[in-house]
């Protein structure tokens, strides 16, 4: 064997010795269905629950989930362009974003797992605990609504923003004495502090809020809401939106485009199973299978003997 034959033929095991050892160093690096780590990009909307229900899985498994909170329009975004793989959103995709991803090739697995819903809020200053769909619809038009001074909005590119603008037939950015934060926290505060706001915020935040939250949430009101075509106003309870009688209800999505059998796919199920989704029936959201009860029926009583 001569010195070139012996130059290649090193050098072409150091490649393939480079190859093997970034394969390798990749399969250590990628989580598993119940193990390793990852990001999941969510609504802002619907953090606490997903702040809840990361808390428990984590506990359960040697898994470490990173949250990013973002608008719903940044997590789109963030799914299209492949910066995030695992997202939570408060709506499945379009047909146009699904079109994107099967554009390259990959099928997003997404799930459904609870129901939340959309709720106004006033401070408690103001009595008037009730609040008409029409009015809000008219006041995003432009008309006067003397029950209305301003309605607030956690995020202008939200999933809450996107709601209302789909039910008035008029984006609410821009418009006349609507106002917009970056949180629902925001939001939260804004309106305790402000008679006559009417704040737009995610279900979730109102009836699970954290303990430095607590005062503020103590400090506003959850509106009932009258349909455009109802007569009655509806609380956003937990009751009401399981019979489907709320009008601004909304489900939430796990949407997962990992391509392989990873931490994306084990959450999903964890939402889905029977602990995920006591964990959403404990926090006033309806979750998409009602956790099952074992009534255990004894044909005799034992009594303890002294």
């Not at 995003?140 to 590119?157: E, Q, Y």
């Not at 006349?176 to 737009?200: C, H, I, P, Q, R």
Request: net charge positive.
């Amino acid at each position: 064997m001569n010195k070139i034959t012996k130059t290649l033929v090193g050098f072409v095991l150091l490649a393939l010795l480079f190859v093997f050892s970034c394969q390798e160093k990749n399969n250590k690096a990628k989580d598993t269905i119940l193990e390793g780590k990852a990001t999941v990009y969510i609504d802002e909307s619907i953090l606490p629950i997903v702040e809840d229900e990361t808390a428990v899985f984590e506990t359960e498994y040697n898994a470490k989930l990173h949250l990013i909170s973002k608008s719903e329009n940044e997590v789109i975004n963030d799914l299209l362009n492949d910066t995030a793989k695992i997202a939570i959103l408060t709506r499945t995709l379009s047909s146009k974003e699904l079109k994107a991803f099967e554009n390259k090739k990959i099928t997003p697995r997404i799930t459904p797992f609870a129901t939340d819903a959309v709720a106004f809020i006033r401070n408690k200053v103001t009595n008037d605990t009730l609040i008409a769909l029409q009015d809000v619809i008219d006041f995003v038009h432009g008309k006067a609504v003397p029950t209305i001074k301003g309605l607030v909005f956690d995020n202008p590119n939200s999933s809450t923003a996107r709601y209302i603008s789909k039910i008035s037939g008029l984006p609410v950015n821009g418009q006349k004495n609507v106002f917009s934060f970056k949180t629902n926290e925001e939001v939260l505060k804004y309106v305790a502090k402000n008679d006559g706001m009417v704040g737009v915020i995610g279900m979730n935040w109102i009836f699970q809020p954290s303990l430095d939250l607590q005062e503020i949430v103590n400090s506003v009101n959850v509106l009932a809401v009258k349909g455009t075509d109802k007569s009655e106003y509806i609380f956003p309870s937990q009751d009401n939106l399981a019979q489907g009688k709320y009008p601004l209800a909304r489900d939430l999505y796990i949407v997962n485009c990992q391509g392989y059998s990873g931490l994306g796919m084990g959450f999903g199920s964890f939402l889905t199973g029977e602990r995920g989704q006591r964990i959403i029936l404990k926090s006033g959201l309806v979750p998409k299978r009602f956790p099952s009860r074992k009534i255990v029926i004894r044909n005799t009583i034992t009594k303890n003997k002294n």
